[in-house]
């Protein structure tokens, strides 16, 4: 097996799964520690007790396999051992790993104050995403009080394609990245991709002529959006964005493009001016992707 060129840019990838399935012929990947990180990112929302059928289910992996990995996992601290049940869950130790990408973010701190204004402001939640791969991160959040069915946390993922937040950090992108994600979308998932292929380029469209772009109810119906590119960094090479959600029966005709996406946009403008931050640059024309849902 020959070494993968590491000189060649890839777009990150969108699980620990994806890039097993892909490195079969790469000599320096380490095949046991990729299934380990599989198995921890099988536990989400929603699914934060599982067994090792039930991980040898989600992940492909057969069971013996699971349960020497589960067994290791446990005992560094990274899951924890339920013995009434016989199932696992996350252990304390992986939130240690979070701390150093964000102790890196100090602009959060900062932004978090104005955050928190706007959010109660407009009663709904102010947050900072950040890009990574199909997904956007949540790096930070404020909220006021009853947000309706969708309240951000931090690490908690939502799809690039079809949210506010996904397109206004996807205009931050030089063109390259940027058609280079787009290529990604397409080939994860074609069917998203033709749904929301026209839309998502529309939302870039707006982040470059009004500073903000609208998502009506596309990733929640019960929420509405706005979202703007707060910046990206060039030397960590990482995008994010700031977006406000509201659930859509307290907004007035009008005010989401008309109020709070100004108001988003200027927020924006104030958080990268503390971090000393130039307004993304306006990439060149999109290229067509020549692609699965093109």
């Known amino acids: 097996m020959a070494l993968r060129d590491s000189s060649r840019p890839r777009h990150p990838p969108s699980s620990a799964a994806a890039v097993l399935a892909d490195s079969v012929d790469d000599a320096a990947f380490a095949t046991t520690l990729a299934k380990g990180l599989v198995v921890l990112e099988a536990f989400k929302a929603g699914s934060t007790l599982l067994g090792n059928m039930e991980l040898s289910t989600l992940t492909g992996i057969p069971r013996p396999t699971v349960a020497r990995l589960t067994h290791t996992l446990a005992e560094l601290g990274y899951l924890r051992y339920d013995a009434e049940r016989a199932k696992y869950r996350v252990g304390a130790r992986a939130l240690r790993m979070a701390h150093p990408l964000l102790a890196g973010m100090q602009f959060r701190q900062m932004a978090r104050p104005m955050m928190q204004e706007l959010a109660l402001s407009v009663r709904g939640t102010v947050s900072i995403g950040l890009l990574d791969a199909t997904s956007m991160i949540y790096v930070e959040t404020a909220r006021?009080?009853?947000?309706?069915?969708?309240?951000?946390?931090?690490?908690m993922p939502i799809p690039v394609a079809m949210t506010?937040?996904?397109?206004?950090?996807?205009?931050?992108?030089?063109?390259?990245?940027?058609?280079?994600?787009?290529?990604?979308?397409a080939a994860e998932d074609p069917e998203l991709w033709s749904a929301f292929r026209d839309k998502y380029r529309a939302g870039i469209a707006q982040c470059r002529s009004r500073g903000f772009c609208t998502c009506w109810g596309e990733y929640m119906a019960s929420i509405h959006a706005v979202a703007a590119p707060l910046f990206h960094a060039s030397e960590s090479k990482q995008s994010f964005s700031i977006n406000?959600?509201?659930?859509?029966f307290r907004l007035q005709p009008g005010q989401?493009?008309?109020?709070?996406?100004?108001?988003?946009?200027?927020?924006?403008?104030?958080?990268?001016?503390?971090?000393?931050?130039a307004e993304p640059a306006p990439p060149r024309k999109t290229k067509k992707i020549t692609s699965a849902g093109k």
């Open 144 to 155: 006021s009080g009853d947000v309706g069915p969708h309240a951000p946390d931090i690490g």
């Open 164 to 185: 506010a937040m996904g397109r206004a950090a996807a205009a931050t992108l030089p063109q390259a990245d940027a058609d280079r994600l787009e290529r990604t979308i």
């Open 244 to 248: 406000c959600g509201i659930p859509a």
């Open 256 to 277: 989401l493009e008309g109020e709070i996406g100004p108001r988003i946009a200027a927020l924006a403008d104030s958080i990268r001016a503390i971090v000393g931050q």
